[in-house]
């Protein structure tokens, strides 16, 4: 019972991985602004580094993961395309979906972790170390933004 609760909460993390991956590599291809770029390039990375933690916990359960964003992902991604191609201020729209979007999956592992009994000691270590991360982006997020902010005054 116990893995199977376990491959249902890191599929749905996993999900959530691919749909950030994807988020940030899209909007590092549409600021002009290089080192956002840079930055943003690097936490889709760091993301893929998160999917693959993911992936090997599941298959060291011997259970498949299901390699795939979700529909939500796609439509927040086009979503932040069509606002950064309206806005003035590109970088700081940006900045604000991907917020949106580290708030989202903060939450998201907050709810996995609600349910730690049911996991795996190593599961919950790595949950938390990536949760703590991302907390540490979200804080990133909203200096770059106070920045970009003052930029535009």
């Known amino acids: 019972m116990t893995t199977v609760k376990t491959k249902k909460y890191l599929n749905a993390l996993l999900e959530k991985t691919y749909d950030a991956q994807r988020g940030y590599s899209n909007a590092a291809e549409v600021t002009n602004h290089v080192q956002l770029k840079r930055w943003l390039a690097q936490q889709g990375v760091r993301r893929t580094e998160f999917a693959a933690v993911l992936t090997g916990e599941m298959k060291r ?3 498949t993961p299901e390699l795939d964003g979700s529909f939500t992902g796609d439509m927040h991604r086009g979503w932040m395309n069509i606002k950064v191609a309206l806005s003035l201020h590109k970088d700081e ?9 580290e708030k989202y ?8 972790l609600e349910n730690k009994d049911e996991l795996p000691p190593s599961v919950v270590s790595i949950l938390q170390s990536q949760k703590d991360e991302i907390q540490s982006t979200v804080n990133e997020i909203m200096s770059l933004e106070d920045v970009a ?3 535009h005054l």
């Open 61 to 63: 359960i011997n259970k």
């Open 149 to 151: 902010h003052k930029q």
């Open 105 to 112: 999956a903060f939450q998201e592992y907050g709810k996995v």
């Open 93 to 101: 729209s940006i900045l604000e979906e991907c917020l949106t979007g």
